[in-house]
């Protein structure tokens, strides 16, 4: 992870900066947004493929006749 700060490279699970000593962890409530946000975006995804493929099966239908 590199600081934002002073752009130091610094270990992935690391709080402070080892360079500058700044607080670079995320903060927990963020990664829980985060989630939350990738969870609704998977589910919205989920819903665009069903559409797509009831759009689908109404036009073979309606080629079909
Ligand atoms: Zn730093």
């Not at 690391?14 to 607080?23: E, I, K, N, T």
């Not at 962890?25 to 609704?40: G, H």
Request: proline share 3%; hydrophobic share 35%.
């Amino acid at each position: 992870m590199t600081c934002p700060y002073c752009q130091a490279e610094n270990a992935d699970k690391a709080l402070v900066c080892a360079s500058c000593g700044r607080d670079i962890a995320v903060p927990a409530t963020l990664i829980a947004e985060r989630d939350d946000l990738l969870r609704k975006r998977d589910q919205l995804r989920d819903e665009l493929t069903r559409a797509r493929d009831e759009v689908e099966a109404l036009m073979r239908r309606r080629k079909s006749r």
